[in-house]
């Protein structure tokens, strides 16, 4: 009986190491807690962490790092308490101007869609027929 506890408990230790269905490498986890109630928490694997703390009143700070490839890291950081509720603290990344030749291909784009649509609200409405398939 306590070789088989021992190997159930072997076995529940291992499994967090398992590389997972996606073969990331192992996932670093972490959580702590006193008797306060305050917190300390969080996860990193590729292309994604995230850090979170609890104080005893019940506020969180915590911050969330994501990798974006060619553009780089992106880090944001929150604040959440009960007076303000949950708000993003740090500058996050604008989307880049649209070119002119990508302004020019929407409005391309937009005629023939614009067209088919003044077409389609010209054309009556058709009307109910009988049901060809009746059960």
């Known amino acids: ?4 506890i021992l190997s159930i408990f072997l076995a529940c230790a291992s499994a967090q ?3 997972g269905f996606y073969g990331y490498p192992a996932i670093s986890q972490f959580h702590a807690q006193d008797v306060l109630g305050q917190a300390s ?3 990193a694997y590729p292309g994604q ?4 703390y609890r104080d ?3 506020n969180q700070f915590g911050s969330n790092i994501y990798d974006m490839g060619p553009e780089g890291l992106v880090r944001v ?3 959440a308490d009960a007076v303000n509720g949950f708000r993003v603290v740090s500058t ?3 989307a880049p101007e649209v070119i002119p030749e990508v302004a ?3 409005i391309e784009h937009a005629k023939p869609v614009k067209e088919a649509a003044t077409k389609r609200a010209a054309e009556p409405a058709a009307s109910p027929t009988k049901c060809q398939v009746c059960f």
């Open 92 to 94: 996050l990344p604008v």
């Open 77 to 79: 950081n929150y604040v």
């Open 56 to 58: 005893i009143f019940g």
């Open 1 to 4: 009986m306590k070789v088989l």
């Open 104 to 106: 020019a291909a929407k």
């Open 41 to 43: 928490y969080g996860y």
């Open 17 to 19: 190491y398992y590389p």
């Open 49 to 52: 962490a995230a850090s979170n």
